[in-house]
């Protein structure tokens, strides 16, 4: 172990080497109208060779570019750095994305920062320089001692990639692109994809589904987005597809926001009804980025796509024209090749419409039952919207709890009950008698014909 008072020089180095560069400064400028560029730049290092000091030290320089294109360690250390920012430092520089939550602070040129990895210290140097074009090069140096060079190439620097990609993505906000949407996406290379941010608040928080399912869910995407090497090894497209189905007012498109939310990944909301041709498919599905969630909603509407394809038969311009088929086939073959962590997710109201081809097996990974609101699913709803939990014993709670589980009702159903007063008796007493008077009219639907004095009996409790 060493100590960075230990480092010989730094310090006085850094006004060594201040003094030096104001010199240099003035030395250049005169040497800019008298002396060659090439000698000019040879007797720069040559300078700088003779003023640097051997030491135990050992300095990594990282640049901004790896030629043209960006060096990921640096960019993850200028992420990882805004975290240890001390109030030492002198100077800052402050920057916003649309695609960010927050206001990012990083550090100035010339400034340091101190960090410590296992038992070891190292010195972080933010520089900034002016290229020969008038281009600045940016660039960290990472100092420390020589023998710790193992740990710091090995783990250190792993350790910075890794915490840069979480921070990241806990900044991250999530965007949902549709083309119908006007352009006002920000980013480049995304098609004809207009973005906005995701502003569902659906969180699995909120979500009133069975617990069980819910933690399957869960569990389902951790191992996904885990299993990298796995797809790899087993020579399988990094994807997954998702069925989720059951009537409107369930919670499939409140689903998929929880699943981007607790992702952090976009989503695209392909519209299969705007889309004309195989190539516009192709187009649009390759215009879409890693780490997201493509997104057709009601498959079952795009029946109309079989009976366009049964058409097609007798269309001189079928080959223009959009097939179930080849969205198949888009699925599972070149779309998915091309592209990383992938979720498919498809939503519909009647699964048993569906083309027996999209629920084959090895089509969609995981089919979701999403299924009227369960006594369970209720809790959820009544501490999310009225602050009330079943520990609370309240009778009427209870009661609507058990008339919930008896009743074929939806939770945005229950949610529209919930909203209608603050008071959560209130509510509550709503909530029943919309229960009663709903189980009324589905026992009635059952027994048609049957006793006329339950339907009075519902139209009682509707008013
Ligand atoms: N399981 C649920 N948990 C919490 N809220 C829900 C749930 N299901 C529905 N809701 C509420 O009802 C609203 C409508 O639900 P959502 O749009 O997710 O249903 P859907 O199943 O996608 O319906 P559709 O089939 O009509 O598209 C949601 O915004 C939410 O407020
Ligand atoms: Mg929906």
Redesign the pocket.
């Known amino acids: 172990m060493f100590s960075l008072n230990e480092m010989p020089s730094t310090t006085a180095l850094f006004s060594a080497y201040a003094s030096f560069t104001a010199s240099m400064m003035l030395v250049r400028s005169m040497a800019d109208q008298l002396i060659p560029h090439p000698l000019r730049s040879y007797l720069t290092s040559a300078l700088h060779y003779l003023f640097t000091p051997l030491s135990s030290n050992l300095t990594i320089v990282i640049d901004e570019k790896c030629g043209m294109t960006s060096n990921q360690v640096y960019n993850a250390a200028e992420v990882y750095l805004r975290t240890k920012i001390s109030p030492s430092t002198q100077r800052l520089r402050v920057s916003k994305t649309q695609r960010q939550k927050n206001i990012t602070v990083t550090i100035h040129k010339d400034e340091e920062i101190n960090d410590k990895f296992d038992n070891f210290l190292l010195k972080w140097r933010f520089l900034c320089t002016e290229s020969e074009h008038r281009q600045e090069r940016r660039s960290f140096e990472l100092t420390f001692h020589k023998k710790f060079k193992e740990q710091v190439l090995e783990s250190y620097l792993p350790y910075v990639l890794l915490r840069a990609k979480e921070i990241k993505e806990s900044d991250k906000v999530v965007k949902i692109y549709n083309r119908a949407r006007p352009y006002y996406s920000d980013e480049e290379g995304q098609g004809d994809w207009g973005s906005i941010n995701l502003e569902h608040p ?1 969180t699995f928080d ?4 069975d617990p069980d399912l819910k933690k399957t869910i869960k569990d389902d995407l951790d191992r996904f987005v885990r299993r990298r090497d796995f797809y790899k090894k087993v020579g399988k497209a990094w994807k997954r597809g998702y069925l ?1 189905y ?10 998929i ?1 929880a699943m981007a939310n607790y992702l952090k990944f976009d989503i695209y909301d392909l519209e299969l009804s705007s889309i004309y041709s195989d190539s516009e498919l192709r187009w649009i599905l390759l215009s879409t980025a890693n780490r997201s969630i493509l997104v057709i ?2 498959i079952d509407c795009s029946v109309e796509m079989q009976d366009r394809e049964n058409q097609n038969q007798h269309d001189p311009d079928s080959h223009t024209k959009l097939t179930l088929s080849s969205l198949l086939n888009f699925i599972d073959g070149l779309w998915s090749s091309c592209g990383d962590e992938r979720i498919i997710v498809f ?1 519909t ?1 009647h699964k048993e419409k569906l083309d027996p081809a999209l629920l084959r097996p090895g089509r969609m990974d995981v089919h979701i039952n ?1 299924s009227y ?1 369960s006594g369970n ?1 209720f809790k ?2 009544a501490s ?1 919207y009225l602050g009330i939990h079943d520990h609370c014993q309240n009778q009427l709670y209870e009661e609507v709890q058990g008339l919930i589980d008896s009743t074929e009702v ?3 159903e229950v ?2 009950e919930l909203m209608k007063s603050d008071d959560a008796d209130v509510a509550l007493e709503g909530l029943a008698r919309f229960l009663k008077r709903k189980k009324i009219e589905e026992n009635t639907v059952k027994d048609k014909g049957g006793d006329q004095i339950e339907v009075q009996e519902a139209k009682r409790l509707k008013t």
Do not use: H
Not at 206 to 209: F, G, I, Q, V
Not at 246 to 255: A, D, E, F, N
């Open positions: 659906s909120t979500l009133a589904m989720l059951g009537p409107p007012g369930t919670g499939k498109s409140s689903l926001a909603e009601d939503t109201n999403m609101c699913g959820i709803l999310n939806t939770p945005a949610a529209e």
